[in-house]
């Protein structure tokens, strides 16, 4: 029963993916509503991207951190790639998102029913600084940065995407992991009224990610609380994700309540949903096959060339000369 639902959630997101004329229409309506079809003028007609972005009235929240699209102060930063940035709709538009349904147009639907404030991350495992943390006191929304990093899912499409947010590695630090701790997995808000997706064994919920510590404290993980210059809309995770953008997308974690540090290597959720076809490491590497297609190139979301434009996919997405040395020596065959 399980492994029948999860083949069949994998199958669609497959069929999404991979036979563009099985969706044309459901996509082309995404890629309308972003204007890339040139017919803006039919905005809000249109399902996918119709409910109005949460742009609040206050910026921030009784909680004290910012509320979704509120304008966030951040300083530009080094790391940039040069291409242009994905439109803002798509991003907003085109999600995955399970907890709220399967297809890329749910989560902008549907997330808007999660509660985000207050936001609470309790911090456990091998640490000394376990507790409770309110996300302001997580986050020094004064430090934040913007990081310009491609953003390359597991299903061959990509976009390039202007992150705001803190390294990773500073709130690491911040929280003190004990010298066991090796791994530090992540976990995804749950509540079953706001999130009808989780009714469903697509995945074993929450859902959970995990880094190996080393590769959490390079210099290249965030912790975003935006994108775009504005706090994260609901469907992109807020109000905390992670972004590592040397890995395929589904090891960003969004909407994150807990942050645990293992001294063994945690379960993370599509391992433990298909162990076959994604790794603990899932590294972008066009060189490995996923079991049922090639990774080797990519589909630009919202790129000039509508959705038919393809870019050949970069080796650890483009960041080797980063995190190369993280996997020196590793058989990147077996350890995918
Ligand atoms: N909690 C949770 N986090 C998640 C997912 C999810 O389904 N649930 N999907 C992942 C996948 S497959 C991708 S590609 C990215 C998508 O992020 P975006 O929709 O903001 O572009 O989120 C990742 N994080
Ligand atoms: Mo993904």
Known sequence: MELKFRRNADYQ????????????????????????????????????????????????TAAGHAAPGAALTAKKSAFAVSDTST??????????????????????????????????????????????YALKDLIDYSKLEERVYRHRCVEAWSMVIPWVGVPMKDVIAKLKPKATAKFVQFETYLNAKE???VNRPVLQWPYVEALRLDEAMNELPLFAVGAYGKALQKQNGAPLRTVIP????????????????????????????????????????????????????????????????RRNTDMYNGYEKQVGALYAGMDLKKNY
Not at 96 to 109: A, H, I, L, Q, V
Not at 263 to 290: C, D, I, L, R
């Open 246 to 309: 040397w890995k395929y997308g589904f090891k960003a974690t969004k909407s994150v309540v807990k942050i645990r540090f293992t001294a063994t290597q945690p379960g993370t959720a599509w391992n433990k949903a298909a162990a076959s076809e994604y790794g603990f490491y899932s590294n972008v590497n066009p060189n490995v096959s996923h079991p049922r297609w090639s990774q080797a190139s990519e589909r630009v979301i919202g790129g000039k060339g509508g959705f038919n434009e």
């Open 87 to 132: 439109v803002e709709e798509a991003f907003n538009g085109y999600c995955n998102f399970y907890e709220f349904g399967t297809s890329k147009d749910d989560p902008p639907r549907y997330a808007s029913r999660m509660t985000t404030s207050p936001w609470q991350v309790t911090v456990e495992g091998e640490t000394d600084a376990p507790g409770a």
């Open 13 to 60: 997101s497959l069929r999404d993916e991979m036979t563009p004329e099985g969706t044309f229409m459901n996509r082309r309506s995404v890629l309308t509503a972003a204007g890339f079809l040139g017919a803006g003028s039919i905005l809000g007609a249109l399902p996918a991207c119709s409910e109005p972005q949460q742009t609040p009235a206050a910026p921030k």
């Open 195 to 197: 999130m009808f997706g």
